[in-house]
């Protein structure tokens, strides 16, 4: 038997060379994201939006030179567009074709030859999940935001995560050479089936901590006065505080962090705040809140 490949050495080789894709994984982080690797076991991340969930798969199929195949679901996702469907349209001319030149009496052809030969790879779609199994390059596949997908998709999904592989009926069973490197992420909007979560480590992912958010906009706005960058990540503690339909992600605070740059603004006062606020909060509702919680009302 073949040794799996080595995602990661360690767990803190993990970190450092998640850190120079340009992702800050703490501890718990890059120990998850190593095990995940050395185990060869799925990882559900689960937080809110906003918080890196995403953002990991990418750094990690970066820091490991591995492509990235996604799935993102929806309500309404099904077996044809996660696994696979067969090309009914070329099926179809195929067997007129067949039918077509047929025996010297006009006569079709054997139905088993044709099954057979529509029923093949070359009438096969791949869909993401399929796609990911049957690469044998190194590959990261990404289950975005599983918690909306509708229940039944999860159980499409078992067979992929406890044996790295896909029954296709009319084919057999196809078995990964290489297993991929697995990532689910999910905004706790339901709560998933125990069958999944057996299947997968699993690590919550929350807001940082304000060392920890001042580092990263340090990281990815190396512009950013210091005594700004505080200000925002402080701002930013007060605002997910209140009880708002949307709390500002991670994303939010470099956006912000972007704008006050663009506007040339060198002190986060009450001024600042209110005018640039909407670059943080997108519902109406939260903005009102805002204003009013934080005292940002005009003179």
Partial sequence: MSTPPTWFASPADAAARLGESGYLADAATATTAYLAGALEKPLLLEGPAGVGKTELAKAVARATGADLVRLQCYEGLDEARALYEW????????????????????????WDATHDDIFSDEFLLTRPLLTAIRREEPTVLLIDEVDKTDIEVEGLLLEVLSDFQV??????????????????????????????????????????????????????????????????????????????KKAPSIAESVDWARTLIALEIRDLDSTAIRDTLSAVLKHKSDHERAVKELKLNRA
Avoid: M, W
Wanted: charged letters at 25%.
């Fill in 167 to 244: 029954t296709i009926p009319e084919l057999g069973t196809v078995t990964a050479t290489r297993r991929p490197f697995v990532v689910l992420t999910s905004n706790a909007s339901r709560e998933l089936s125990e069958a999944v979560k057996r299947r997968c480590l699993y690590l919550h992912l929350d807001y940082p901590d304000a060392a920890r958010e001042h580092e990263i906009l340090q990281q990815q706005v190396p512009d950013l006065d210091d005594r700004i960058a505080e200000q925002v990540v402080a701002t930013v503690a007060r605002l997910r505080e209140l009880e708002l």
């Fill in 87 to 110: 090309n009914y349209k070329k099926q179809l001319l195929r067997i007129q074709a067949a039918n077509a030149g047929g025996g010297p009496e006009g006569g079709g052809v054997d």
